[in-house]
């Protein structure tokens, strides 16, 4: 990209972030903030004053901001300014992006500890496709009837321990299901541990840990190893004690609206759909 286009992106982000902030601004309640009637008795819209004070921000600042001068905020700022017009996470992270700030780290893990009703009905239509939902604590929070039929454990098993990690490492049902018990493992403690990065402090996490720790001392060994992944797609193959080699192609999806949650679906080759088609109720 070339200097002068490269300007006019920055102009044009610039000034959105401007728009961006007047229009949240002048759609807020005055009461809600303990303010008496604006001109002609107006309920509704800060003055950019008002938003200053309330930011810790000198009106300047502010007034700049809104008409998109070329100007470099800093995060502590439009923290402050998201804070003052109660912006929602996504248009918190929207201010940010429009600088070129990264959105704010996550921070706890929300419990999820049941996968939400369209979540849940997006699972069963899957079908002959085993699919679970992991909480950020990659706790299983919801699963379809194939799932079950390839792990029925995970009926069982304690909500507690119910969780994906817990299982690989302590359950020997797992162990054995798993054709490649030691490569999965590596790959989704390392895939845990890119994503629990920024909650370490989470008791949740903290908790976890150390349960498995104590539990099982290959958790133990790999955990001081510190491997870090992403995910990728990839052939997965299960050795079931009733219908023998099973071949999935394992993929992960997120809810738009529910991006603490990931969707983890096994799409079966036609020779492992054919056995679960015999193995429904």
């Known amino acids: ?22 229009r949240q601004r002048e759609r807020l309640d005055r009461t809600a903030y303990g303010l008496p009637p604006a001109g002609r008795g107006r309920a509704v819209g ?4 008002e938003v200053s004070y309330l930011s810790g921000v000198s009106v300047t ?13 800093s995060r502590q700022v439009l923290d402050a300014v998201a804070t003052t017009l109660r912006l929602t ?3 918190h992270d929207y201010v940010l992006s429009l600088v070129g700030l990264a959105p704010r780290p996550a921070t706890r893990a929300d419990a999820v500890d049941i996968a939400p009703a369209q979540v849940q009905r997006f699972l069963d239509a899957l079908d002959e496709h085993p699919a679970y939902a992991l909480a950020p604590d990659w706790g299983i929070a919801g699963w379809n009837k194939a799932y079950e039929r390839l792990y029925p454990g995970v009926a069982t098993t304690a909500g507690e321990n119910r969780n994906l990690l817990w299982l690989v490492f302590t359950d020997p049902s797992v162990r054995s299901l798993l054709d490649d018990w030691d490569d999965t493992s590596r790959r989704f403690l390392a ?7 920024p909650r370490l402090s989470d008791p949740r996490y903290r908790d976890l840990i150390s349960r498995l720790r104590a539990a099982s001392v290959d958790f133990d ?13 990839r052939e997965r193959v299960f050795r079931h004690p009733e219908l023998g ?5 394992h993929h992960q999806l997120r809810p738009s609206d529910h991006l603490d949650l990931q969707l983890v679906v096994y799409v079966a080759d036609a020779e492992t759909r054919r056995r679960f088609a015999r193995t429904k109720d």
């Open 46 to 49: 800060l003055r950019r004053e």
């Open 221 to 233: 060994t790999r955990w001081n190893e510190h491997g870090v992944g992403g995910f990728v797609s």
């Open 245 to 249: 080699r099973l071949v999935f192609e």
């Open 89 to 91: 996470d996504a248009e």
């Open 61 to 73: 600042w502010y007034t700049w901001l809104e008409q998109g001068r070329d100007i470099n905020p």
């Open 1 to 22: 990209m070339s200097e002068d286009g490269a300007r006019d992106d920055g102009r044009q982000q610039r000034q959105e972030l401007g728009s961006f902030l007047r």
């Open 191 to 197: 895939e845990f541990r890119a994503e629990a990065g």
